[in-house]
T-cell receptor, first 115, second 113 residues
Framework: ETGVTQTPRHLVMGMTNKKSLKCEQHLGHNAMYWYKQSAKKPLELMFVYSLEERVENNSVPSRFSPECPNSSHLFLHLHTLQPEDSALYLC??????????????FGSGTRLTVV | GQQLNQSPQSMFIQEGEDVSMNCTSS?????WLWYKQDPGEGPVLLIA?????ELTSNGRLTAQFGITRKDSFLNISASIPSDVGIYFCAGLPVNNAGNMLTFGGGTRLMVKP
């Protein structure tokens, strides 16, 4: 157990579907992050929430919609995705500002395939 | 944003060999972190470095915070098959108002038994 739990682990969806990714942490952290990891590409920061407020939105297309209802839960709502959105989506959490002894704690990711 | 150049991008080595990888930046960093991502999992923190010149070990892993504060190195001695994965450097740049970590592109390590 990493302390950050992501569900589902795998998701296959059509381009017209709507789905949501869920992330949950009970580490007492107050910041949560969504990253996209594509094959042979660096980790791409998508969204950051600190104290349940969005503090970063890295020019992500509107077909990705984050939601942070409380400091323990983070969602990524997906709709009308494209095949190039297929990737591993990683959630992470940390104290904010980050405790540099621990950095970010990552979940195991959701492997998303858009068909 | 800040860029971290991590090299090599991939390595294919024989079991028992030593491994070296590094991260460089044009900017000064306050902190360097090294993560490992096992296949199908999220990255896990291996080592954290806080001072220029600092050398820290974690088992067969040794990492150093470069004296110029613009680079960091990770060495793995006597590699074993379970060392396979992607190794990421990450850092906290000076003057980073957002306190957001910057990640390198990763080094994919493959170990031949």
């Amino acid at each position: 157990e990493t302390g950050v739990t992501q569900t589902p682990r795998h998701l296959v969806m059509g381009m017209t579907n709507k789905k949501s990714l869920k992330c949950e942490q009970h580490l007492g952290h107050n910041a949560m992050y969504w990253y996209k990891q594509s094959a042979k590409k660096p980790l791409e920061l998508m969204f950051v929430y600190s104290l349940e407020e969005r503090v970063e939105n890295n020019s992500v297309p509107s077909r990705f919609s984050p939601e942070c209802p409380n400091s323990s839960h983070l969602f990524l709502h997906l709709h009308t995705l494209q095949p190039e959105d297929s990737a591993l989506y990683l959630c992470a959490s940390s104290l904010y500002p980050p405790d540099l002894n621990y950095g970010y704690t990552f979940g195991s990711g959701t492997r998303l395939t858009v068909v | 944003g800040q860029q971290l150049n991590q090299s090599p991008q991939s390595m294919f080595i024989q079991e028992g060999e030593d491994v070296s990888m590094n991260c460089t930046s044009s900017s000064i960093f306050n902190t360097w972190l090294w993560y490992k991502q096992d296949p199908g999992e999220g990255p896990v923190l291996l080592i954290a470095l806080y001072k220029a010149g600092e050398l820290t070990s974690n088992g067969r892993l040794t990492a150093q915070f470069g004296i110029t504060r613009k680079d960091s190195f990770l060495n793995i001695s006597a590699s074993i098959p379970s060392d396979v994965g992607i190794y990421f450097c990450a850092g906290l740049p000076v003057n980073n108002a957002g306190n957001m970590l910057t990640f390198g592109g990763g080094t994919r390590l493959m170990v031949k038994p």
